[in-house]
């Protein structure tokens, strides 16, 4: 904890963030507030050159064979729309998804969407999980029940099997529409090293911004075949996520976050974990 007023403070100790599109920020966030920051980033987003899924389902939704229509990410449904572009104009796509039930799960596709003028059926509340997203449309079963009801999920980075199998256990007929892919980084280098860093113990702070980046760090530590060196070290760092399903991810690999942030952003994350980093050290490393 801080004082009163005092600026929160990392007092020197070395923070890994694993970002990739916003490295050079959320580093100098991490000095301004005193930290040492190790920025290894664990992902790049590689559109999926043929994508015969997202046409499949584009040549479906023009036919009118899907009653509901779910966007997970705005990334994701800009994607979509530009892969299916030269098949369709954005017109006639957009008129085709008109005639469903359209479904966002947060603010991101919500704008994604509104770009299209397309009307939508369902708003996802925060905290914007899968559970939020099938208790929302539960609520408007006496509009559109699940069972039966065919289904096309925009998916992003890892499949979100949670989700899937609930509709699916719901009687829903579910297509999976699969429009990007999450890849390691093409110089691993920068991954290993933050690896070798945690497993000696020399991180003190551990961000995680994406689920993504906890399967892609795990995937490194076990090529590597230091899990029980990093997994005991962890034990002993402060675990920051931001978001709902980073933190579900952390702990289907037997981690639990000391931080979430009052807000799901980069600026409330850095400042946050700053200021509560010295009190979650000290009880973490009482021997």
């Not at 093409?186 to 911004?209: C, N, S, Y």
Request: proline share 7%.
């Amino acid at each position: 904890m801080t004082h009163e007023g005092a600026t929160p403070s990392f007092h020197g100790l070395c923070v890994l963030s694993l970002e990739s599109r916003r490295a050079t920020e959320i580093a100098a966030l991490i000095s301004t507030f005193g930290g040492q920051p190790l920025v290894a980033p664990a992902l790049r987003e590689v559109p999926l050159d043929s994508n015969p899924d997202a046409l499949d389902f584009a040549d479906a939704l023009v036919r009118g064979e899907f009653d509901v229509v779910i966007f997970l990410t705005g990334v994701g449904t800009r994607a979509l729309v530009e892969v299916v572009e030269p098949r369709y104009s954005r017109q006639v796509f957009a008129a085709a998804l008109a005639r469903t039930k359209v479904v966002v799960r947060g603010p991101k596709p919500l704008a994604a969407v509104r770009e299209l003028q397309v009307p939508v059926w369902v708003t996802v509340p925060e905290p914007n999980t899968w559970r939020e997203l099938l208790a929302a449309i539960d609520a408007r079963a006496a509009e559109r029940p699940l069972a039966g009801a065919r289904i096309a999920v925009q998916e992003y980075g890892v499949p979100n099997t949670e989700l899937i199998d609930s509709l699916r256990e719901r009687g829903a007929v579910v297509t999976r529409v699969p429009v990007y892919r999450w890849a390691l980084p093409k110089d691993l280098e920068p991954l290993k090293h933050a690896v070798r860093a945690i497993a000696r113990g020399e991180v003190d702070v551990m961000m995680f911004t994406t689920g993504v980046q906890v399967v892609h760090l795990w995937q490194i530590v076990g090529e590597m075949q230091l899990e029980a060196d990093v997994m005991r070290e962890l034990a002993r760092a402060m675990v920051v996520s931001i978001g709902p399903t980073t933190s579900e991810e952390l702990r289907r690999h037997g981690l639990s976050p000391d931080l979430a942030p009052s807000h799901p952003k980069i600026g409330f994350l850095v400042r946050e974990a700053a200021e509560q980093s010295a009190a979650v050290l000290r009880a973490k490393r009482i021997s």
